[in-house]
């Protein structure tokens, strides 16, 4: 794997963006613990106190604030019926705009948000599987910018029980600003680790599409991310 030094200004902006967001993810998940951990019991239905969601809040909208490439955060959690609670939901999501930071505006009731069922989502599915920072993605996000995305997600625990995955969505379209001036007039593709299309830049090649690298190989390579020279 050679990595042309006219692309080294590439990769470490490609690092910049991926580390620093999965950075945000994880300290997201951290102080949401923290912030659940100054509660006494077990009883999960503690995610509904208002209080407790008011801390939420707080930590979404600070990561917001001090996250770059950062488009929207938030928190999703699923508590399935037991003994002690009923089955319930909660989605925490905020996004950032130029008038500042706001919060998603859906009828997030317990119907709406079980018919939205985020369970089926893959960064909410395969967090917990990882058991670390784990970026899906890109992907259309219908529910809150109809826009390509990439989603950073980390699970977060309580009682050393799962109940919920740290956010943060990253647009293709903002990755696409920061990359497209250091190409430097190479054809190169990056893609993620399912060699998925992330950003190329050649109009051959569309965000979104399975790369066929048929006998390219890559110059660079991450846990999250691999790009080619075509």
Known sequence: MILPSSLLPFTRKIDDIINSTIEATVSLAHDIESALGEFRGHDLKLLLDPAVKKMIQGHIKETLNNTVYCSGSGFASHIE???????????????????????????????????????????????????KAYIHGPYVDYVCNT??????????????????????????????EELLPLFNNHKVV???IDKRIIFSSWPKYRVGDLFNTGDVQPVYQSDYCTLYEV
């Open 81 to 131: 019926a037991s003994a002690d609670n009923k089955e319930f939901w909660l989605l925490e999501w905020w996004y950032k705009k130029a008038d500042g930071v706001n919060k998603v505006n859906l009828d997030l009731d317990q119907a709406t948000q079980q018919r939205l069922d985020f369970r089926t989502f893959e960064w909410f599915k395969r967090a917990p599987e990882h058991g």
């Open 147 to 176: 826009s390509y995305t990439l989603t950073s997600a980390m699970p977060v625990y309580y009682n050393q029980r799962f109940v919920g995955v740290a956010a943060i969505n990253l647009l293709v379209s903002q990755v696409e």
């Open 190 to 192: 990056l893609t993620n």
